[in-house]
Every structure is written in C-alpha cells, then in structure tokens.
C-alpha cells in the first residue's frame, strides 16, 4: 500500500485537495500502515522527531481526507475511532485482548448469503466482524 510522495501528493490533489504538509503527514502515515491507528496514534507517530502538528490539526486532516472518501473509519470497539487507508471493501478481525485490528481479504466470505434476511430490508453494503485472539495474544 506505501506510496512514493509524488503519488500521494497526485492523490490528494486528484480529490480537489489542496495538498497541506499535515494533510500530506496523516494521510502518508496512514497508507505506511494498516494497524488501523487511532487519531492519537498517527499524533505521536508524526510528533516522534519534532512536535509539529497539533491533535486539532490530525483530526481535521483526518475528518477532510474521510469526506473525499482516502481513508474511512473504523469502529469495531465502543467509543474508539480508528482510521484505515485501505477504502476498499474488506471485512475486519479484532483481538479482543489487544485491540489489535487486522484486514481481511473481501473474498474470504464472498459466499455470504443475504437470502435469510428480513426481505423489507434493503441492504447496501455489509461487513464482517471476527472476534478472537490474534497470535501475539494467543502465545501468551
Ligand atoms: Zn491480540
Ligand atoms: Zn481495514
């Protein structure tokens, strides 16, 4: 997923963004990444050298680069927002020890079946949830 600055900088522009150095920050952080951080996280991830950005600044970056649709939320735990760059239709595991947040390919329950579902529900889009222990976990 790691893009070179010339295409993330194309990216952004491409949505009608003016490329900001902490637009550029977040959004490069997040596509170096797919622990599907937190707001916080990707903060002390950019302030490690030098504390530049400021938590109003990350949130603002991060609500703009949603509303173009670059990156979207995640909430799989209550009250906790996370951020994921891979916009792409995929479902989620979520250890329930360490929070810890892992992609699963689309494919892996492409068989899922809406049949059974309430047939006055319209349904447009849907995504699985695992719960479980991921391996660091699991060797505890
Ligand atoms: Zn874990
Ligand atoms: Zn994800």
Redesign the pocket.
């Known amino acids: 997923m790691e893009k070179k600055a010339d295409e993330i900088i194309k990216v952004l522009k491409a949505k009608g963004l003016r490329v900001t150095p902490q637009r550029y920050a977040v959004y490069a952080n997040l596509l170096s990444r797919n622990d599907h951080p937190t707001a916080e996280t990707i903060l002390t991830d950019l302030n490690k050298d030098a504390p530049t950005l400021s938590q109003a600044t990350i949130y603002l970056s991060l609500q703009t680069l949603r509303d173009v649709g670059l990156i979207r939320e995640v909430l799989l735990q209550e009250g906790v927002c996370r951020y994921d760059a891979n916009v792409s239709p995929h479902h989620h595991f979520l250890?329930?020890?360490?929070?810890?947040i892992e992609d699963i390919p689309w494919e892996t329950f492409s068989n899922l079946s809406m049949d059974k579902l309430n047939p006055k529900l319209k349904v447009d889009h849907y995504e699985v949830i695992v719960q479980g222990?991921?391996?660091?976990?699991?060797c505890l």
């Open positions: 250890c329930k020890r360490c929070g810890k222990e991921c391996n660091s976990c699991d």
